[in-house]
């Protein structure tokens, strides 16, 4: 079946905690993005990968890292959270685009995340 | 930049009624894809309907269909012979079809309840 993944599902932490959300897909796309989702604001894009190594800034990159060592992972790090971290998190992915290429993209169940 | 506006934050119908959700998007581009998202309880967002911008013809997707208008930037969703599966948020989403990042830039969505 084709999925995305993302662990854990639920998370409480304290604040300056490092932790790492993982992002897994098994459909061989090159795009991953991450955003995260709170009231009255959206969803917003935090950091996006075209291919392997390829890594970019959305438009809420501050107080996160990621990697795309692998093409069908891209986790999400977050060396120091911080309250206003708290938020759903989602993971997206799908083929780059190109012509005749499906657009579609494939969102995993969310994260949701607590700092205290 | 481009910005999607929801102007029902809440809606509700009658099960088996009809229901539209309007959406408006602002954009100088003249090449990208709209979305339409649904966020049951689950907190999984998933994909309702797209529409490419070049094509006039509305999609549709069962009991699903768009009004897409692309002068006036206005993709309405119409969701025929209401269900009570239906209840959800739904969030409509612009995606532009140039450069690498596919980022979507979202609505704040509109809140549907299904009334038995």
């Known amino acids: 079946e084709a999925q995305v993944t993302q662990n854990p599902r639920y998370l409480i932490t304290v604040t300056g905690k490092k932790l790492t959300v993982t992002c897994s897909q098994n459909?061989?796309?090159?795009?991953m993005s991450w955003y995260r989702q709170d009231p009255g604001l959206g969803l917003r894009q935090i950091y996006y990968?075209?291919?392997?190594?390829?890594?970019d800034k959305g438009d809420v990159p501050e107080g996160y890292k990621v990697s795309r060592k692998e093409k069908r992972n891209f986790p999400l790090i977050l060396e120091s959270p911080s309250p206003n971290q708290t938020s759903l998190y989602f993971c997206?992915?799908?083929?780059?685009?190109?012509?005749?290429?499906?657009?579609?993209?494939?969102f995993g169940p969310g994260t949701r995340l607590t700092v205290t | 930049a481009q910005t999607v506006t929801q102007s029902q934050p809440e809606m509700s119908v009658q099960e088996a009624e009809t229901v539209t959700l309007s959406c408006t998007y602002d954009t100088s581009e003249n090449n990208y894809y709209l979305f339409w998202y649904k966020q049951p309880p689950s907190r999984q967002m998933i994909l309702v309907i797209r529409?490419?911008?070049?094509k006039q013809q509305n999609a549709t997707e069962n009991r699903f269909s768009v009004n897409f208008q692309k002068a006036a930037k206005s993709f309405s969703l119409k969701i025929s012979d209401s269900q009570l599966g239906d209840t959800a948020m739904y969030f409509c989403?612009?995606?532009?079809?140039?450069?690498?990042?596919?980022?979507?830039?979202w609505g704040l969505g509109t809140s549907l309840a299904v009334n038995p």
């Open positions: 990968s075209m291919n392997v190594e390829v890594t």
């Open positions: 459909m061989n796309h090159e795009y």
């Open positions: 997206a992915s799908s083929l780059r685009l190109g012509r005749g290429r499906s657009h579609e993209q494939y």
């Open positions: 989403a612009f995606m532009n079809n140039a450069g690498n990042n596919r980022k979507l830039i």
């Open positions: 529409q490419e911008a070049y």
